[in-house]
């Protein structure tokens, strides 16, 4: 299998731009306690949720998992099956798992009919 098709199956995308810059984000972390409370991360990665809140001084305190971890502060579980409790606040981009493996080939097409679909639409509109 390729990097892309490995990537795919496990749904091993990282979120690179910073979400959390949204005022409505920071009237909720007013609410949920932040920074003060300990924030799960799940589906860690490479940490990247956590680094960005870091870098705001919105969190700093977190545990993170991940099945395939891609940075030292992220510990090894598989969290579908082990799901971590006892945290009140939980910050995550989840795996977008395919319910059905589709082959590389018929994947690519679809995507791309579906965009000249929505494309057809936008111009009609
Ligand atoms: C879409 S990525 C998002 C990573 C991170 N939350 C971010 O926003 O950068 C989803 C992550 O879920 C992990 N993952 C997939 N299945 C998992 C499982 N069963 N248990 C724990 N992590 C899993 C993948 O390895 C991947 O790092």
């Not at 299998?1 to 990537?7: D, I, S, V, Y």
């Not at 949920?32 to 700093?60: R, Y």
């Not at 395919?98 to 936008?122: E, G, N, R, T």
């Amino acid at each position: 299998m390729n990097g892309f098709l490995k990537k795919r199956a496990k749904g091993q995308f990282y979120t690179k731009a910073n979400p959390f810059k949204h005022r409505a984000f920071k009237a909720w972390t007013d609410k949920a306690g932040l920074p003060k409370t300990v924030v799960l991360e799940p589906f860690a990665g490479a940490n990247s949720l956590i680094t960005h809140l870091k870098d705001m001084g919105l969190c700093h305190r977190f545990k993170s998992f991940d099945i395939k971890p891609a940075h030292v502060e992220v510990k090894k579980q598989d969290t579908l099956k082990k799901f971590p409790t006892g945290y009140k606040v939980c910050i995550t981009n989840p795996p977008w798992l395919p319910v059905i493996q589709l082959p590389a080939c018929l994947w690519i097409s679809l995507s791309a009919i579906i965009k000249i679909f929505m494309l057809l639409l936008w111009k009609n509109a």
